[in-house]
């Protein structure tokens, strides 16, 4: 399993607690955290800024659809998780091949699950 110290991780999250607990795992784990970020706006905003080593999704934004960030992230080859609510059912077929994290995960889970992307 890949080393996350000094990785770059965008973290697209709506929900402040779920936000504050991802920003300090990664931070437990070495990463630069970008964000977190909470809307569609934001997040392509920050792409356009800066490109994150990976990244970690909701795809349900206060009931917005993040596939727009997703879209970018896969144009621009940054590896990234889905954390959702719903499962790998919740996801629309163009992103079937992306790993998801259902929620609510453990901390561990998170880190485990950015470890295993490829590193672009």
């Given at each position: 399993?890949?080393?996350?110290?000094?990785?770059?991780?965008?973290?697209?999250?709506?929900?402040?607690?779920?936000?504050m607990l991802v920003e300090d795992t990664l931070a437990d784990a070495g990463v630069v955290?970008?964000?977190?970020?909470?809307?569609?706006?934001?997040?392509?905003?920050?792409?356009?800024?800066d490109r994150p080593d990976l990244a970690v999704l909701d795809l349900n934004l206060a009931?917005?659809?993040?596939?727009?960030?997703?879209?970018?992230?896969?144009?621009?080859?940054?590896?990234?998780?889905?954390?959702?609510?719903?499962?790998?059912?919740?996801?629309?077929?163009?992103?079937?091949?992306?790993?998801?994290?259902?929620?609510?995960?453990?901390?561990?889970?998170?880190?485990?699950?950015?470890?295993?992307?490829?590193?672009?």
């Amino acid at each position: 399993m890949a080393s996350l110290t000094g990785r770059r991780v965008l973290v697209v999250e709506d929900e402040t607690l779920v936000a504050m607990l991802v920003e300090d795992t990664l931070a437990d784990a070495g990463v630069v955290v970008l964000g977190p970020v909470a809307t569609v706006a934001e997040a392509l905003a920050m792409l356009e800024q800066d490109r994150p080593d990976l990244a970690v999704l909701d795809l349900n934004l206060a009931g917005e659809t993040s596939e727009p960030v997703a879209d970018a992230l896969i144009r621009l080859e940054v590896p990234f998780v889905v954390a959702s609510g719903y499962g790998a059912a919740g996801l629309p077929q163009r992103l079937a091949g992306i790993p998801v994290l259902a929620k609510p995960y453990a901390p561990e889970d998170l880190t485990a699950a950015l470890a295993k992307l490829p590193v672009a």
